[in-house]
């Protein structure tokens, strides 16, 4: 079993910039990840990284955010830049399991709200 715990998240205006941790309870070599739920929408990923750096991003956030991890600090950071309105979310921080990667583990969520 994997904690993983989730920090940054606040409310910014439009424009602005805000910084994701997740900082896991034990080595990860499997892919992880940032996913976001906004109200009455479905859980949609916004970004992934490998253990060797492969990163995914939704186009939505491409040019904006920038995902990256420290294997050594078991920690995966996402680094938000020019905000909307339509980012704010709950973000999940998220890491694979399984010889497939087919298990997920998942943090509490932390709040980002980007007022316009």
């Known amino acids: ?12 205006q439009a424009g602005g910039s805000l910084r994701l941790s997740c900082a896991a309870s034990r080595s990860i070599f499997s892919p992880m ?5 906004a109200p009455g929408k479905q859980r ?4 992934t990284i490998t253990s ?4 995914n991003y939704a186009d939505s956030v491409k040019g904006r ?5 420290d294997n050594a600090k078991n920690t ?16 999940y921080c ?12 998942w943090g509490q969520g932390t709040q980002v709200t980007i007022s316009s």
């Open 1 to 12: 079993q994997v904690q993983l715990e989730e920090s940054g998240g606040g409310l910014v």
């Open 94 to 105: 998220n890491a694979k399991f399984g010889t497939f990667n087919q298990g997920n583990y």
């Open 76 to 91: 995966v950071y996402l680094q938000m830049n020019s905000l909307k309105p339509e980012d704010t979310a709950v973000y």
């Open 33 to 37: 990840g940032w996913y976001r739920q």
């Open 65 to 69: 955010f920038t995902i990256s991890r």
């Open 44 to 47: 949609e990923l916004v970004a």
């Open 52 to 55: 060797g750096g492969s990163t």
